[in-house]
C-alpha cells in the first residue's frame, strides 16, 4: 500500500526515442511491498517505462528521457552509482535469458560478482533464490546441469531467481508469462504473492487478469499516456473512471 514515502516517485517522465516521444509526461508514485500492475496494450510504453526506472535506457543512444524518477527520494539520473541502482532494481524479461552455465552458477553469479566466495554462503543463497522461484525441488538434484536443459517454465523460473540472486529491493517482471505454460504461471503468480512481503514488484502485463489477480493498484498505460490509475477494486470494476478504462479490462478492445 501507498505510504507518506513511496519507494518510487515518477514525475512529469517524458521519453522520446530520437523525434518520436513515447511517453507523455507521466507522473504516480510506487508503494513500499506493492503490487504494482501496468497494463496496457502493445507499444504502450511499458517496457521503455522500466527502462528509464533502473537506467537500462542508457543503453538506446537516440532516447531522450526528461522529467524525474525518485528511488528512495534519489533521483536516477544523478546517481552516481548506476550498478547499484539496477542491482536494486532487478528485472525479469518477457523470455527467459539464461547464462550459458550450470543451473548453480546461473544463480552464484551475481554473489560471486559482489565477492561471495564461501561455498557454504553460496549454497545457501542459491538454495533461498531457487526456493523463492518456486524451482528448487525440480532441480535440487542437478543444480551442474546446464540451465539452458531446462524447461521453457523452468527457464523463466530460473530467470527470476537469478534476478533474486542481487537481493533486489524492486522486481520489475515485463510480461513474463508471455513463452510459459498456466500451470507454471499460476505457480510463479503464488511465488510474487510472497515475495510481496519483503520487496516492491512492479507487474507489467498485456494479461488483464493477472493484473487484475496480482495487482493492489493498477495503471492503464496508453500511447504513452495514463488513462487511469486506482486500486485494482476500481479499475476492474464495472465503473472505472474512464470509458477506455472499462472497454480495456473488460476485452471490448485491445
Ligand atoms: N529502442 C527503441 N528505439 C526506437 N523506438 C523504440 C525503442 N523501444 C521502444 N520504441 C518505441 O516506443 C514505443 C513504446 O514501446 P514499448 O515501451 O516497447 O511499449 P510496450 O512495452 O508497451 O509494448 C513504441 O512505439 C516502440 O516502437
Ligand atoms: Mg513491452
Redesign the pocket.
Known amino acids: 500500500m501507498v505510504t507518506a514515502a513511496p519507494k518510487i516517485s515518477v514525475q512529469d517522465l517524458r521519453l522520446a526515442?530520437g523525434a518520436?516521444e513515447?511517453l507523455h509526461g507521466i507522473s504516480f508514485d510506487i508503494g513500499r511491498n506493492e503490487i504494482f500492475g501496468v497494463i496496457?496494450p502493445?507499444?504502450?510504453?511499458?517496457?521503455?517505462l522500466l527502462r528509464c526506472i533502473n537506467r537500462t535506457i542508457d543503453f538506446?543512444p537516440?532516447a531522450t528521457m526528461t522529467g524525474t524518477v525518485l528511488v528512495d527520494g534519489e533521483d536516477v539520473r544523478k546517481t552516481r552509482n548506476v550498478y547499484g541502482l539496477r542491482r536494486k532494481i532487478g528485472m525479469v524479461a518477457p523470455l527467459p535469458v539464461g547464462l550459458p552455465l550450470t543451473i548453480y552458477e546461473n544463480v552464484a553469479f551475481a554473489p560471486r560478482c559482489v565477492g561471495v566466495s564461501a561455498k557454504s554462503e553460496l549454497d545457501g543463497l542459491v538454495e533461498k533464490c531457487l526456493t523463492q522461484a518456486a524451482l528448487w525441488d525440480e532441480v535440487k538434484d542437478r543444480l551442474d546441469s546446464l540451465g539452458t536443459k531446462l524447461s521453457g517454465g523452468q527457464q523463466q523460473r530460473l530467470t527470476i531467481a537469478r534476478a533474486l540472486s542481487h537481493q533486489p529491493e524492486v522486481l520489475c517482471l515485463d510480461e513474463f508469462s508471455i513463452a510459459i505454460d498456466p500451470v507454471t504461471t499460476m505457480r510463479i503468480e503464488d511465488v510474487l504473492k510472497e515475495l510481496r512481503k519483503d520487496i516492491t514488484i512492479i507487474l507489467v502485463t498485456n494479461l488483464v487478469q493477472q493484473a487484475r489477480r496480482l495487482a493492489d493498484r493498477a495503471m492503464f498505460l496508453w500511447n504513452g499516456d495514463i488513462v487511469e490509475l486506482d486500486r485494482n477494486e476500481v479499475i476492474f470494476s464495472e465503473q472505472p473512471a474512464s470509458r477506455k478504462t472499462y472497454e480495456y479490462v473488460h476485452g471490448i478492445f485491445g
Request: glycine content about 16%; hydrophobic content about 25%.
Open positions: 526515442f518520436k513515447v496496457g502493445a507499444q504502450s510504453g511499458k517496457t521503455s538506446s537516440d
